[in-house]
């Protein structure tokens, strides 16, 4: 995947390159959402179907966004690039671990980077960047800066037991089973939770 022609957008945000990441305004923040819905409603089950509008109004609450532009283009367009993957991140403050919620990837996009470079760009945002990846994923990371200022403990997510191509993704990037839970999204499917735990130093 090069890196000149894909834009990994985060909102809310606290700043980001003015030129290939220009601040999203309200309504396209809606039509982007709206886009993630529609691609979740193709990849993932009825019953593991998030209400993003919903779920995104909630404090704490990040949506990142996989788009690829254009050679001819200067700068993403949100509301009409191709939209390859995004994730949603939530931070609790309380217990200070970070919880993805959410990766879907276009079916046409997979094993190209994109849900990677999703995952990894949450990672950047807390404050833990993966220290391997290729150049071009390096160089795409390096467009967001730290979202969330409090120290993160760790990041968990869950995964389908029978979904080995998102496990060794999430692998990849530092994750760890931690346990399976019976029938997490319905009987006879199966979760690992897996995390990423991080140690402080002084």
Do not use: W
Not at 4 to 27: E, F, M, W, Y
Not at 146 to 157: E, F, G
């Amino acid at each position: 995947m090069d890196s000149r022609n894909i834009a990994l957008i985060v909102h809310p945000t606290l700043r980001q390159d003015k030129n290939r990441c220009p601040q999203v305004s309200k309504g396209d923040y809606q039509l982007v959402i709206a886009r993630c819905q529609q691609l979740e409603k193709r990849v993932f089950p009825k019953s593991e179907a998030m209400d993003l509008s919903k779920e995104l109004r909630k404090p704490n609450q990040f949506l990142y966004v996989v788009l690829q532009i254009p050679k001819s283009a200067s700068k993403p367009d949100i509301t009409r690039d191709p939209l390859l993957s995004y994730g949603v991140l939530a931070f609790n403050k309380v217990d200070a671990v970070a919880r993805i919620s959410k990766v879907c990837t276009d079916p046409r996009y997979r094993k190209q980077g994109a849900g990677e470079l999703v995952v990894r760009g949450m990672l950047t945002s807390v404050g833990h960047p993966c220290e391997t990846g290729s150049e071009e994923m390096q160089e795409s990371l390096r467009l967001i800066c730290p979202i969330i200022q409090t120290r993160v403990a760790s990041v968990q997510l869950h995964v389908d037991t029978e979904r080995q191509d998102a496990i060794r993704l999430y692998t990849r990037c530092g994750f760890v089973k931690k346990t399976e839970i019976q029938g997490y999204y319905a009987e006879n499917r199966n979760a690992f939770l897996m995390s990423r735990s991080f140690i402080f130093l002084g």
